[in-house]
Nanobody, 121 residues
Framework: QVHLVESGGGLVQPGGSLRLSCAAS????????AGWYRQADGKQRELVAA???????WYADDVRGRFTISKDNANNTLYLRMDSLKPDDSAGYYC???????????????WGQGTRVAVSS
C-alpha cells in the first residue's frame, strides 16, 4: 500500500488561498481513487474532493468552485488548491486512498497525521 503524507496547511485570512500537498511513497498513479477529507473540531470527518486515475473529479457541494484537486504523476503528489477560504473551512485535512462502493466513497487504509488549516482574521 502506498503511504501518503500531507503538508501545506497554515493560518490564512478569509478570502485567501492555500495549496495542500500529499506526497506518496510510491506511484500516485497506482491509486485508482484518491481524495481529501477534512475534520473540524467537534465534527465528523467529511470527504471534500476526490480524483480518479482517469482524471474524473468530484467535489462536495460547499467547496465546489473554490477547491481544485489535482495530481502530479511525475512527482507522485496529490494537491488540493483552496481559494476563497472561509472560517468554516478551518479543519484538519487528510489525503487518503478511496474505494467506491455503490456510488459512495469510502476511505481505504489507515489515516495519516493530516495538515491543519485555520481561516481567521
Amino acid at each position: 500500500q502506498v503511504h501518503l503524507v500531507e503538508s501545506g496547511g497554515g493560518l490564512v485570512q478569509p478570502g485567501g488561498s492555500l495549496r495542500l500537498s500529499c506526497a506518496a511513497s510510491g506511484s500516485i498513479d497506482s491509486i485508482t481513487y484518491a481524495g481529501w477529507y477534512r475534520q473540524a473540531d467537534g465534527k465528523q470527518r467529511e470527504l471534500v474532493a476526490a480524483n480518479t486515475r482517469s482524471g474524473i473529479v468530484w467535489y462536495a457541494d460547499d467547496v465546489r468552485g473554490r477547491f481544485t484537486i489535482s495530481k502530479d504523476n511525475a512527482n507522485n503528489t496529490l494537491y488540493l488548491r483552496m481559494d476563497s477560504l472561509k472560517p468554516d473551512d478551518s479543519a484538519g485535512y487528510y489525503c487518503h486512498e478511496l474505494r467506491r462502493v455503490n456510488g459512495d466513497w469510502h476511505p481505504l487504509g489507515s489515516w495519516g497525521q493530516g495538515t491543519r488549516v485555520a481561516v481567521s482574521s
